[in-house]
């Protein structure tokens, strides 16, 4: 028989909350977990000796020069995460981003010396141009706006020298159109048919890049990059930009940002069967981090909890500055 509530309104023979009694009971029925293996680590790597310096917005995170590199990669492996994503700051700026598509170039020597030093990690690379140019835009500037097309050869010469060596995976994220093709090609022609590439199919001209900014010195010095990544208002679109990626030759795609963007994700989920990754953002890290020196959050049930909503919306990698301390936590069980 039916029990009814003290209206008598209403059966309750269906209790959800039998489901919750026990935290065995609850791990029974969990739909999503998080692992160590889910994540990527974003590694920023400077030009200079003996540098480990923190980033002020984003404490916790540093830059380090190439020779501080192994013991910080050799960590990572140990907790389980099986990819960084390296960023580069390099020495020299120009016009043209040469420092992006140098064979020497800082991230192209960072990833020579973490494959020396962990050759099982997996190292992931970011191929845009914006680190590397001194008006800091994702091109080549020509009649006062960056040009899609001159762009093109120069995102492809980069994926190519961090193939060369040894990236696994190459990942876009200049937002110019048709670079999934135009690396793809760059890759085939050299014989690198075996790398990867990870597209940020739909990367939303977002505020929360701002921390990431100071992190790599890359913020645009006139302008903004509305005229190449999307307008935040906008969900369809980045169905076409993922559909796009995925024509082109995308073997991964990406959402980025992350929290802001968790419609978004579903609805690749939804649509694409290709692996799916989210980039948990600079600012959705420092604003957590924020509020947890105001002792405003719990750190660690507010970082995890922020990165199975990931999992929730159909994430299969997560790129998050949080990830040597989630995968401690998440082993310490
Ligand atoms: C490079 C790039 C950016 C980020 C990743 N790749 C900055 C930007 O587009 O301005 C942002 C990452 C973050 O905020 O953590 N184009």
Redesign the pocket.
Same mark, same amino acid.
């Given at each position: 028989m039916a029990t009814e509530t003290k209206s008598g309104l209403q059966p309750v023979s269906l209790r959800m909350r039998r489901l919750r009694t026990s935290p065995a009971m609850r791990a029974l029925v969990r739909e999503n977990r998080l692992a160590p293996e889910d994540f990527i680590y974003?590694l920023f790597v400077t030009a200079g000796r003996n540098e480990k310096s923190e980033v002020s917005s984003m404490p916790g995170v540093f830059r380090f020069s190439i020779d501080r590199l192994a013991p910080e990669v050799s960590e990572v492996a140990s907790l389980g995460i099986p990819a960084v994503l390296l960023?580069g700051l390099p020495a020299e700026k120009d016009d043209v981003g040469s420092g992006g598509y140098d064979p020497d170039g800082v991230v192209q020597q960072a990833v020579r010396a973490i494959k020396q030093a962990v050759p099982s990690l997996l190292v992931v690379t970011?191929v845009?141009?914006? $680190?590397y140019t001194s008006h800091g835009h994702?091109g080549v500037i020509a009649n006062g706006t960056v040009d899609n097309d001159r762009t093109l050869d120069l995102l492809a010469r980069t994926a190519v020298s961090h193939a060369a060596a040894g990236a696994d995976i190459v990942?876009p994220?200049?937002?110019m159109d048709g670079q999934v093709a135009a690396i793809r090609a760059g890759l085939d022609a050299q014989g690198f048919t075996s790398t990867a590439i990870l597209a940020?199919g739909a990367?939303y001209?977002?505020a =929360? *890049?701002?921390? =990431? #900014?100071e992190?790599?010195d890359?913020?645009?010095g006139f302008g903004d #990059?509305r005229s190449y990544?999307m307008d935040p208002p906008n969900a369809r679109e980045a169905l076409r930009e993922l559909e796009l990626d995925a024509a082109e030759g995308a073997d991964m795609l990406m959402v980025?940002?992350g929290l802001p963007y968790l419609d978004i994700l579903a609805r690749a989920r939804d649509r694409f069967e290709h692996p799916l990754a989210v *980039?948990?953002?600079?600012? $959705? *890290?420092s604003m957590i981090k924020a509020a947890v020196r105001l002792g405003w959050l719990d750190e660690r049930r507010t970082i995890l909890e922020a990165l199975t909503a990931f999992k929730r919306a159909g994430a299969d990698m997560i790129?998050t *500055?949080f990830a040597k301390d989630a995968a401690r936590w998440l082993r310490e069980g």
């Open positions: 974003p960023f970011d845009c141009l914006c $680190e994702c990942a994220s200049a937002m940020y990367k001209a977002s =929360f *890049y701002g921390p =990431f #900014r992190a790599a890359s913020a645009p #990059r990544q980025k940002p *980039y948990n953002v600079s600012g $959705e *890290y790129i *500055y």
